[in-house]
């Protein structure tokens, strides 16, 4: 099993920055990315940023040029660095793990939410 933990978010002003932080633990071998989804108010969860196990990363339109997914692989973590937030990055953001079991199977693992308020 794979426990995914968020953590980092809070109140910012428009134009700030803040940066997440997921850790995770247990059976890591075979997980093949690692990612942000976010879920605005009356809105479907969309992805933010996803890296996969080469490094290659993949960002949602609206937070292109905005945000960075990173990683540190000996601390089991990824990491979103947000900059120039806008209200509209206003949402609860979650980290997803997908471990490949097999070559028919992936599981999927998400953290309980980590809630992101851009507010003057």
């Known amino acids: 099993q794979v426990h995914v933990v968020e953590s980092g978010g809070g109140l910012a002003q428009p134009g700030g920055s803040l940066k997440l932080s997921c850790e995770a633990s247990g059976i890591l071998f075979n997980i093949y990315t690692m990612g942000w989804y976010r879920r605005a108010p009356g809105k479907e969860r969309e992805v933010v940023a996803v890296i996969s196990r080469d490094g290659s990363q993949n960002y949602g339109d609206s937070v292109k040029g905005r945000f960075t997914i990173s990683r540190d692989i000996t601390r089991n973590s990824v990491y979103l660095q947000m900059n120039s937030l806008k209200p509209e990055d206003t949402a609860v953001y979650y980290c997803?793990?997908?471990?490949?079991?097999?070559?028919?199977?992936?599981?999927?693992?998400w953290g309980q939410g980590t809630q992101v308020t851009v507010s003057s």
């Open positions: 997803n793990a997908k471990r490949r079991v097999n070559a028919f199977k992936e599981e999927d693992y």
